[in-house]
């Protein structure tokens, strides 16, 4: 599917953009990578990695429309993971957040209908579901931009949809890094939030396959929800550190206890795939789509009215060993 064809990715120097590269160098033959991103150490950093004949770096900001719309040009297919995603320093400094999650996403609808790209899948997070934080705000604002746009493409065919995960094991600022700078540091406890807080899981590399599959399967409109194993922050560092005592300092401003991914409030448009759920759009289309069978051919089926999908209440949880063996790289 990517082969011959231009890729562009925003905020591409993150975990997720390094990770999507380096999956797409080594299975497709793509005419052209484009890293879109505003930090040029990053870019610079990222280019003695890749640098493929294909590979081309653009310095810009999502903020930025007329960028935006150069860098486009001639691209078939978009992943838009550019964001501000730190839950306290989004509630401190709420403009800048809105500007670049929701001001930056409608820029990037812009310019891919401008530019007549294929297909564009945007990267939203469990806390766009029933948000309580000023970024999950700012990514359900995000989410419907993305799902709406559909219905303003006219005659073109390009689609948009939303692929939405839980905590990534390893991204930049996660948990699992700290954790283990922590201990390398020789720290005498780990610091937990609360005793019972759980996370859905997923590496970088099942993101970034689940991204690559939903291209194949989207029809425009849907939000794609992979099904992931939860684990305990508490087992999470007793997995990491057995030895080292845990000390309880209170949930950070704008965080939740467990993670939600599908809304029980959207249970009445939750379809569920073998592997994965679709949230189906509220709102309907000029072009009419049946979301219960994909492009792949693969059907779902409704879910349970009430039905949500729950960190906390999930049927798949990662053991020690399990977690262990995801982690390793990072350890």
Sequence with gaps: MFD???ILITGGTGSFGKKYTEILLKRYRPRKIIIYSRDELKQFEM????DDACMRYFIGDVRDKERLFKAMNGVDFVIHAAALKHVPIAEYNPMECIKTNVNGAQNVIDAALANDVKKVIALSTDKAANPI???GATKLASDKLFVAANNIRGRKTIEFSVVRYGNVVGSRGSVVPFFAKLIREGAGELPI?????TRF???LEQGVNFVLKNFERMQGGEIFVPK????KMVELARAMAPDLPRKIVGIRPGEKLH???????DSHLTLEFEDHYVIQPTIQFAHKADFTVNRLGERGKPVPLGFEYNSGTNDR??????????AKEFL
Excluded: G, V
């Design 4 to 6: 011959d064809k231009t």
């Design 47 to 50: 280019a003695q990695r890749y």
């Design 133 to 135: 934080n000023l970024y």
């Design 193 to 197: 939030t609360h005793p019972d807080m």
């Design 201 to 203: 899981m997923i590496t």
């Design 228 to 231: 992931i194993p939860s684990m």
């Design 259 to 265: 993670e939600i991914m599908c809304p029980a409030d």
């Design 317 to 326: 949880w990662l053991t020690r060993e399990e977690f262990l063996a995801l």
